[in-house]
């Protein structure tokens, strides 16, 4: 009889014990997620960017050091904690000195690392200097984006300045939507959306191919005026136009109405669904992934374009891998393929430049950024600065611009990702040669991007208020709102570090560099984006302009860093970025009601901040004397007259909170302001109002 090895193997060998973590880092146990216990920093708090600190949940007064279950831990296992870190936990008798469970006090060893010390209430984000050691991860340059939707994506990101800012409740993420469609839509046939009527099929083609289809040219308008016949002969059966044209006839009609659909001013017709149309979309890619032809990788751009448009951040990017991988089998990314009279070239050019804005915006490398190296050199084409002096129609500048843009965002993400990179295998190091590049690598980027907008041309600019010409509003808004949150994006870090440690680091690291003036004005760079973005969306929704390609990450986005400005009292013009924020934050709540269903995911994000904000106005001390009053009268008319555009806006209160203690933190940030050069800063938008 043949024994095997596990019979022959010695019975005398130990079971090793299951590992068990004693302690979670309070970090982790906020986000209730188990914490690795990994020394000095878990991976949490370095992918996060916080300090990682344990509290005794049993002795709040005392910061502990994690170690394995069944072994002792080191003499500093447990030190006094500062009283910021202690708990207010319902009391359930205080030890006394006679008790045998009162713990015994433990004087701090001088070996053990110094506990976190508490911040001025006023400055909420303000962070002490950290040895090499503590250092760990703390705010990566570029930081990959996990999710499934953008407001996922950005609630993750945001728990950084949450713990900065010392707020310790912590909120679920977005309320995950239903697939259960709207009870007013009937599927049948094949388990298919209904194709909406007529008129809203024609309108939303007209605004597709006036907007997206110009920006990205996919289709042209002839093979779009046959689709839409097809549809039309049909009578809005999609089982019948798959029966006639096939499934990816039925997914471009599809995506095509949804991309167009979401433009449409509001009220939108009553027989367009958004959402209905998206999962019908979902159902049907796997029907057309089965051929592998050119009309495949324009139905999966084209549905990209939906998904990003309908909040489906992480889908849009998977919908981009299938498009690239499909491309390149079809071999469009070979020069040899892509005919100038056959469309191909156009359409890999349009591939690419999406994939690099997508992959911008989630924090990753574009899938096709190893093509077209001559012209992604991350400098500005100088085709565009030739191209204001000859007539040309707007669409064509719209998309040069577009495609400059993609190549300077890829050149840019990919120094980036570098820079994170060298950054963590350099941990613990040299931290003054990773702190350097990583402000070198952030303050060129920057630089690049200022480059890029100096060189479009004026009427399709991000930087100029003015507008010459109606016919380049839509084109200019589009470009401008992935040009400011590109700024966000890269500046946003300054927004989590105080002031004076910004300005130490660039004394000690970067005088006398290009760009010093960038990292030293990143907080107003950060800040001016985040108006724009937002005076951008109140404009669009008051103007009845259609949008091209409107998602609701650029505003979000916005809406999380100006609140931030404000909260730490960075900002200029709290009162007026207040006012700002809610009317943005109204006009997003309104738009976002008809963008495949994500309202309740903004409602809820939105909700959030407000109870942020309540929650740091709660714990924060008043400025100036608390004994004179700036009116002596109480709060005063006008923070009673912003405060009530609160329930107008859809952003409700948190309990025991009300309107007079609002009223006065607003109104002590308004009394604090600055002189008028000061207030102006570089933002020259409200110039007039100190001129009147």
């Known amino acids: 009889m043949t024994m095997t090895p596990a019979a022959t193997a010695s019975p005398a060998a130990p079971r090793a014990k299951k590992r068990r973590i004693n302690y979670a880092c309070n970090f982790c146990r906020s986000r209730k997620t188990r914490c690795d216990e990994v020394r000095p920093a878990c991976t949490a708090c370095q992918t996060a960017g916080v300090e990682c600190v344990t509290t005794n949940l049993r002795n709040p007064s005392t910061s502990v050091v994690r170690h394995e279950a069944g072994r002792q831990g080191p003499a500093s296992a447990a030190t006094p904690a500062p009283a910021a870190v202690r708990r207010k936990r319902p009391a359930v008798g205080p030890p006394t000195a006679s008790s045998p469970l009162s713990p015994a006090p433990l004087s701090p060893p001088p070996s053990h690392r110094p506990p976190r010390q508490t911040r001025p209430s006023q400055q909420l984000l303000r962070s002490a200097p950290v040895s090499p050691g503590r250092a760990r991860s703390t705010l990566p340059v570029f930081q990959q984006a996990r999710g499934s939707t953008y407001c996922e994506i950005l609630s993750a990101w945001f728990d950084t300045p949450l713990y900065r800012l010392g707020i310790r409740s912590a909120w679920p993420l977005p309320t995950a939507l239903t697939t259960t469609p709207l009870p007013s839509i009937s599927f049948f046939g094949f388990g298919l959306c209904p194709l909406p009527g007529g008129d809203t099929v024609r309108k939303a083609a007209d605004l597709f191919l006036a907007g997206p289809n110009t920006l990205f040219p996919v289709l042209d308008a002839d093979a779009v005026e046959q689709l839409l016949d097809a549809a039309q002969a049909c009578a809005g059966d999609p089982a019948e136009l798959v029966r006639q044209a096939g499934y990816p006839a039925l997914l471009l009609v599809y995506t095509i109405v949804i991309i167009g659909g979401v433009s449409l001013p509001i009220p939108q017709p009553p027989d367009l669904d958004v959402r209905g149309l998206l999962d019908s979309c979902a159902s049907l890619m796997g029907h057309v992934l089965q051929e592998t032809t050119t009309t495949t990788v324009r139905t999966m751009l084209l549905l990209a374009l939906a998904q990003r448009c309908c909040n489906k951040a992480m889908a849009s990017w998977n919908t981009m891998s299938l498009a690239v991988t499909t491309a390149n089998t079809i071999g469009l990314s070979r020069p040899a393929a892509a005919t100038p009279g056959g469309g191909s070239a156009k359409l890999w050019k349009s591939l690419c430049a999406f994939d690099r804005m997508l992959a911008f915006e989630l924090g990753r490398s574009s899938s096709t950024s190893g093509y077209q190296k001559g012209e992604s050199s991350g400098h500005p084409a100088p085709l565009l600065a030739a191209a204001s002096q000859l007539p040309r129609a707007p669409g064509v500048e719209a998309a ?11 050149d840019v993400a990919r120094r980036c990702i570098d820079s994170t990179i060298r950054g963590q295998a350099s941990e613990g190091v040299d931290l003054a040669a ?72 660039i004394d000690e690291t970067a005088t006398g560099a290009p760009w010093e003036a960038v990292i030293r004005s990143g907080q107003s760079i950060a800040a001016n984006a985040a108006r724009k973005i937002l005076r951008l969306i109140t404009r669009s929704a008051t103007s009845g302009i259609p949008s091209i390609l409107p998602c609701v990450v650029a505003p979000l986005h916005a809406i999380i860093a100006l609140s931030i400005h404000v909260l730490t009292g960075t900002s200029r013009e709290p009162a007026a970025d207040d006012a700002l924020l809610r009317s943005a934050a109204a006009a997003l709540q309104e738009t976002s009601a008809v963008r495949g269903g994500d309202a309740t995911a903004v409602q809820s994000l939105l909700t959030n ?84």
Request: charged letters at 20%; one cysteine or more.
């Open 400 to 410: 040069e611009a577009a495609e400059s843009l993609a190549l300077v965002l890829d």
């Open 609 to 692: 901040l407000e109870t942020m904000r309540l929650a740091a106005m709660q714990e924060a001390t008043p400025f100036g004397p608390q004994d004179s009053p700036a009116t002596g009268e109480g709060p005063s008319a006008d923070a009673s007259v912003r405060l009530g555009t609160m329930a107008d806006s859809g952003i409700t209160e948190a309990p025991g909170q009300d309107a007079t203690t609002m009223g006065g933190f607003w109104q002590e940030l308004h009394d604090c302001e600055p002189v008028w050069p000061d207030q102006i800063g570089w933002d020259w938008s409200n110039f007039t109002e100190h001129f009147p």
């Open 434 to 505: 990773t702190i350097h590049d990583k402000l070198a690598t952030t303050g060129t980027a920057v630089l690049t991007l200022m480059d890029w907008a100096k060189s479009v041309p004026y009427a399709l600019s991000p930087t100029v208020d003015l507008m010459q010409d109606q016919r380049y509003e839509a084109f200019e808004s589009f470009l401008s709102l992935q040009y400011h949150n590109a700024i966000i994006l890269l500046t946003r870090n300054g927004l989590l570090i105080s002031e004076d440690a910004l300005h130490h680091s």
